[in-house]
Every structure is written in structure tokens, then in C-alpha cells.
Nanobody, 116 residues
Framework: QVQLVESGGGLVQPGGSLRLACAASGFTSNSYAMSWYRQAPGKERELVATITRTYMTGYADSVKGRFTISRDNARNMMYLQMDSLKPEDTAVYYC??????????WGQGTQVTVSS
């Protein structure tokens, strides 16, 4: 079964850190571009960060310098290290994989809440 499973979300205070993980199964993710998206209540889903199969990375302006995306192809895993979290980072975070033929795979999402 092809799937992505996110973990690591939770409640954190402003200025705190969280590390999200995305586990891929049922396919080999090393040929896929991998991304994190997020969706806050009442807002559209937005791209947060991307890492290509050649380890090039890109970030939304709102998270540059605070978030770091990485991947471990040997373990079929992707990560998002989130530091200096702000209340506006509160959202459901989704893992995404895109094949060279633009086939998309989505995870079920993990909630991140930044609040004092």
C-alpha cells in the first residue's frame, strides 16, 4: 500500500521547536521530490518547503531561516525541523511526494499548534 505517514506534531509555545517526520511506504521515495505543505483554518493549503531527489531545497519566505527540510533516502523518510515557532505557524502539516511523472501522494496530516 502506497502511503505517507506524518508524525511529530503537537502543542508548543512561541519560540519553541518541533521536528516533523514523514515515513514513506509502498514505494521508493528517492526518485520523488518531497515537500511539506500546511493548511491553517479558513486558509488555502500552502507550500512550506521542498527537497528534490538531488537534495536541493526551497522554502516559503515566511519560514526561511527558521525551518529546515531534510530527507533520508535509505530510511524512506523526510523531516521538517521547525525552530523559532510563531503562532502563525499553527496549521495542519502535510507530507507530499511527487514522482517524475507528476503523480502526487499525500499524507493524512499532523496538527501543529503554537500557543502560550
Amino acid at each position: 500500500q502506497v502511503q505517507l505517514v506524518e508524525s511529530g506534531g503537537g502543542l508548543v509555545q512561541p519560540g519553541g521547536s518541533l521536528r516533523l517526520a514523514c515515513a514513506a511506504s509502498g514505494f521508493t521515495s528517492n526518485s520523488y521530490a518531497m515537500s511539506w505543505y500546511r493548511q491553517a483554518p479558513g486558509k488555502e493549503r500552502e507550500l512550506v518547503a521542498t527537497i528534490t531527489r538531488t537534495y536541493m531545497t526551497g522554502y516559503a519566505d515566511s519560514v526561511k531561516g527558521r525551518f529546515t527540510i531534510s530527507r533520508d533516502n535509505a530510511r524512506n523518510m523526510m523531516y521538517l525541523q521547525m525552530d523559532s515557532l510563531k503562532p502563525e505557524d499553527t496549521a495542519v502539516y502535510y507530507c507530499n511526494a511527487k514522482s517524475p511523472l507528476n503523480v502526487l501522494i499525500w499524507g493524512q496530516g499532523t496538527q501543529v499548534t503554537v500557543s502560550s
